[in-house]
């Protein structure tokens, strides 16, 4: 199994310009989620997912939209990036209800915005 | 989900065992304690997690006070890949999967 993996793994954009942070896995999980780590600050979740269909918002969910059309991947679009959003962000994903709180994360994407 | 307090950082020599505390004098009764770490430019990974017993695995172990009120992890032999950024995180179990992460610990090993 590749894990979670997350593409691009460097992306520089100009602000105003869209883009789309690509999320998969192949453990056939059913819960995904989207993180955003500052420098200093721990992890802040942006959206989460429990299933193909079903996302809902974190805590930091401005500016951003997901879908989840398959169980395995789960995109991240960026509509209008501002220098606010640079930042390192991570997909995750884990299994059933019973294991909810156990994740796996990917590599991390990092955003610059100028 | 109940809040936690950690120290900022801490040091541990290599070879000795380093015991990270945490303190969630909040939680709830259905609460679970995770502990996840971040080595530096990586992405989090899972630890351990426990309800009341204590708890112990390959990487680790977690003690959870009789009150639930604090915990500790012990890395039994710290070596200079453990240091990171430790998280200390309660939650509910559940369908819904959101880890609200804080600042966390960071351990510094010392040769």
């Known amino acids: 199994n590749a894990g979670v993996t997350q593409t691009p793994k460097f992306q520089v954009l100009k602000t105003g310009q869209s883009m789309t942070l690509q999320c998969a896995q192949d453990m056939n999980h059913e819960y995904m989620s989207w993180y955003r780590q500052d420098p200093g600050m721990g992890l802040r979740l942006i959206h989460y997912s429990v299933g193909a269909g079903i996302t809902d918002q974190g805590e930091v969910p401005n500016g951003y939209n997901v879908s989840r059309s398959t169980t395995e991947d789960f995109p991240l679009r960026l509509l209008s990036a501002a220098p606010s959003q640079t930042s390192v962000y991570f997909c995750?994903?884990?299994?059933?209800?019973?294991?909810?709180?156990?994740?796996?994360f990917g590599p991390g994407t990092r955003l610059l915005v100028l | 989900d109940a809040k936690t307090t950690q120290p900022t950082s801490m040091d541990c020599a290599e070879g000795r065992a380093a015991n990270l505390p945490c303190n969630h004098s909040?939680?709830?009764?259905?609460?679970?304690v995770y502990w996840y770490r971040q080595i530096h430019s990586q992405g989090p990974q899972y630890i351990i997690h426990?309800?009341?017993n204590n708890e112990t695995n390959e990487m680790a172990s977690l003690i959870i006070t009789e009150d639930r009120k604090s915990s500790t992890l012990i890395l039994p032999h710290a070596t200079l890949r453990d240091t990171a950024v430790y998280y200390c995180?309660?939650?509910?179990?559940?369908?819904?999967?959101?880890?609200?992460f804080g600042t966390g610990t960071l351990l510094a090993v010392q040769p």
């Open positions: 426990g309800l009341k």
């Open positions: 995750a994903s884990s299994p059933g209800s019973g294991l909810a709180g156990t994740q796996y």
């Open positions: 909040t939680i709830s009764g259905n609460e679970y």
């Open positions: 995180i309660v939650r509910v179990g559940g369908a819904t999967n959101k880890l609200i």
